[in-house]
């Protein structure tokens, strides 16, 4: 079992940056990669971006956030983050970690994985 906890979202104007984070516990050493995908009110479950676990920090991200986010990990700290840069209103989401996918191939896909955070909002005003 693997718990994932989110935080570090908040309210911000357009332009600015935020940074999330997601703490794992339990059994992380089991799980394969990480990601973050982010659900707007009144739409579906977006992804946003994945990391591998552990080796060689593979990454790939979402096409509407592709040069602005930055995925990263911190092993030490059983920690996985999602730095935000030049938001927009758009990027308005309460954004969820979520943990071990099937496999890497299926990583963008939220019905892949095993494990899922609370979510943490995140508010882009204009």
């Known amino acids: 079992q693997v718990q994932l906890v989110e935080s570090g979202g908040g309210l911000v104007e357009a332009g600015d940056s935020l940074r999330l984070s997601c703490v794992a516990s339990?059994?992380?050493?089991?799980?394969?990669?990480v990601g973050w995908f982010r659900q707007a009110q009144g739409k579906a479950r977006e992804f946003v971006a994945a990391i591998t676990w552990s080796g060689s920090s593979a990454t790939f991200y979402g096409d509407s956030v592709k040069g602005r986010f930055t995925i990263s990990r911190d092993n030490a700290k059983n920690t996985v983050y999602l730095q935000m840069n030049s938001l927009k209103p758009e990027d308005t989401a309460v954004y969820y970690c979520?943990?071990?996918?099937?496999?890497?191939?299926?990583?963008?896909?939220?019905?892949?994985?095993?494990?899922w955070g609370q979510g943490t909002q995140v508010t882009v005003s204009s």
């Open positions: 339990g059994r992380t050493f089991s799980s394969y990669a």
């Open positions: 979520a943990a071990n996918p099937q496999t890497w191939a299926t990583a963008r896909q939220e019905g892949a994985y095993d494990f």
